[in-house]
């Protein structure tokens, strides 16, 4: 099993987060806000959503999903998955900060080999314009040689019974076929 990390536990990331813990995988979850965390790691959700309040508390009894605002806990994880809001602003162009931000943490706690997953809302070539630089330049390794980078975009639909976050069909791509062959390979273990 992985040790995954999701950076924001927003709709998308806490659904993702108890997923992989359902499924096995140690899994750090880092928010920025301490009282999400605190529900969290009392078993308990934030997200008014029935499937994603019985994962977390099966995820809460397995001990496998641990949520901190603490960026150091990413160290030992080998998969992290950004999960962070891509909002638009008054002119409705997307606002990339988040991403930065959360790659730029990512980054700290990069080694060779990691895979680096944005499931993210973006617009195409952010993962390789805006997300590839800032992991590079701030861990020192490089993409598709010394780490791999994929998208997956997310497909959360809150509230929908039928299709969640465990059955949903999903699209993967990375830089290399070998990012998108381990990218694969790890939402199989959860789809």
Not at 82 to 103: G, H, M, R, W
Not at 118 to 144: D, H, M, Q, R, Y
């Amino acid at each position: 099993m992985e040790k995954v990390g999701i950076i924001g536990l927003g709709y998308v990331g806490l659904p993702l987060a108890s997923l992989c813990a359902k499924k096995g995988h140690n899994t750090v979850g880092l928010d920025k806000k301490s009282e999400v965390v605190d529900q969290l790691n009392a078993g308990k959700s934030h997200i008014q959503d029935a499937l994603t309040e019985t994962w977390v508390k099966e995820a809460h009894k397995t001990g496998k999903l641990h949520a901190t605002t603490d960026e150091k806990e990413l160290e030992d994880c080998n998969v992290l998955i950004i999960c962070v809001p891509t909002p638009i602003d008054k002119d409705k162009k997307p606002n990339t900060d988040p991403l930065v931000e959360a790659s730029a943490v990512v980054a700290k706690h990069l080694k060779e080999k990691d895979l680096v997953i944005v499931e993210s809302t973006v617009f195409p070539g952010t993962c390789e314009n805006i997300i590839k630089p800032v992991l590079e330049k701030e861990s020192g390794l490089e993409a598709g040689k010394d780490f791999y980078l994929a998208h997956c975009p997310e497909r959360v639909n809150p509230g929908d019974v039928l299709w969640t976050t465990e059955n949903i069909p999903r699209v993967v791509g990375a830089l290399t076929p070998e990012g998108t062959e381990k990218a694969a390979i790890f939402y199989k273990t959860l789809l």
